[in-house]
Nanobody, 115 residues
C-alpha cells in the first residue's frame, strides 16, 4: 500500500522557478523508481523526468537543463526543481512510483506559467 502526495504547485511568471515535492507514504521507498509526469489540457500525459532506485536520472529534451529531479531516501521524498519556466510547461504535474508490477500515482498539482 503506497500513497503519493504532490505539493508546491502554483502560478509563476515565465522565466521563474518552482519547486515541487512528492511525499511517499508506505514501505520500501528506496526500492521504487520515481518519476514526474505532466498532462496539459487536450494532451497526453508524459513522463518528463525519472530517477531510478539506484539514483540514475533521465529527462526529456523539453526539460533537460531546466528541471532537476532528486530523491531523499531518508525522508521518503522526491523533489522537482523547475527553473526557466515557459508557458508550455503549464500542466497538472503528477508524481509516480514504479516497482516491478506495482504502479502508484498522486493526485496531481497544478502548475501555471503565465504573465
Amino acid at each position: 500500500q503506497v500513497q503519493l502526495v504532490e505539493s508546491g504547485g502554483g502560478l509563476v511568471q515565465p522565466g521563474g522557478s518552482l519547486r515541487l515535492s512528492c511525499a511517499f507514504s508506505g514501505t520500501s521507498f528506496s526500492l521504487y523508481d520515481m518519476g514526474w509526469y505532466r498532462q496539459a489540457p487536450g494532451k497526453q500525459r508524459e513522463r518528463f523526468a525519472r530517477i531510478t532506485s539506484g539514483g540514475s536520472t533521465y529527462y526529456l529534451d523539453s526539460v533537460k537543463g531546466r528541471f532537476t529531479i532528486s530523491r531523499d531516501n531518508a525522508l521518503n521524498t522526491v523533489v522537482l526543481q523547475m527553473n526557466s519556466l515557459k508557458p508550455e510547461d503549464t500542466a497538472v504535474y503528477y508524481c509516480g512510483a514504479d516497482r516491478r508490477d506495482e504502479l502508484y500515482w498522486g493526485q496531481g498539482t497544478q502548475v501555471t506559467v503565465s504573465s
